[in-house]
């Protein structure tokens, strides 16, 4: 029997690849609440591909979803804490405020899950979204759930991780990778 790389088993899921045009490309904001079915369809789905990645991958540091991810180019993602915590529903993010105090830690993607790299991000960030009824909120989000949040708000912008590393820094094949099943460590 082979082994399947993990990339290969988060196609297999229906997680859209690196490399796919869907994923450089800046999602579709909606227009709530107008469109608020199509955006709770689109959640829906988001919540469903969690469930299926979930089952075959453990995340100990929370994990995420946009929709480009699911071959959907609409500004919508779901992050599910480490903790346990309430899901995170955004619709139409985006980042208004970040704080100085950066940090760099190690992430993936489940477009590119055979490789992780050292990202740095502001350790606080504020995020105003919409809710499906159309109302603004504001929030703020620090540390490992701000990282999340960066990161996903990052695919609704058309970006990848790597866009965010530090010259010369490359990814690491997930192999090297010694911090699978740990939280991050912040002091």
């Given at each position: 029997m ?13 997680v ?106 502001p ?24 990282r ?20 010369g ?19």
């Open positions: 082979t082994d399947v790389r993990p990339s290969q088993r988060m196609r297999d899921l229906g859209v690849q690196h490399g796919a045009g869907i994923l450089a490309e800046p999602a579709r904001a909606f227009d709530l609440p107008a469109e608020r079915d199509e955006a709770e369809r689109i959640v829906d789905e988001l919540f469903a591909a969690i469930e299926r990645i979930g089952q075959v991958h453990p995340f100990a540091k929370g994990m995420g979803i946009a929709a480009p991810q699911i071959g959907i180019a609409r500004a919508a993602a779901v992050v599910m804490p480490a903790d346990d915590a309430p899901a995170v529903i955004l619709l139409n993010p985006r980042i208004t405020d970040r704080s100085e105090e950066m940090d760099e830690q190690y992430e993936g993607c489940l477009s590119f899950f055979d490789v992780r790299g050292l990202v740095p991000r350790l606080k960030i504020t995020v105003q979204a919409t809710t499906p009824a159309g109302e603004t909120t504001t929030t703020v989000y620090e540390r490992g759930l701000a999340l949040i960066h990161h996903e708000i990052d695919h609704l912008d058309g970006l990848l991780y790597t866009a965010r590393m530090r010259n820094v490359d990814p690491i094949p997930v192999e090297e990778y010694r911090q699978t099943g740990r939280a991050w460590a912040y002091e």
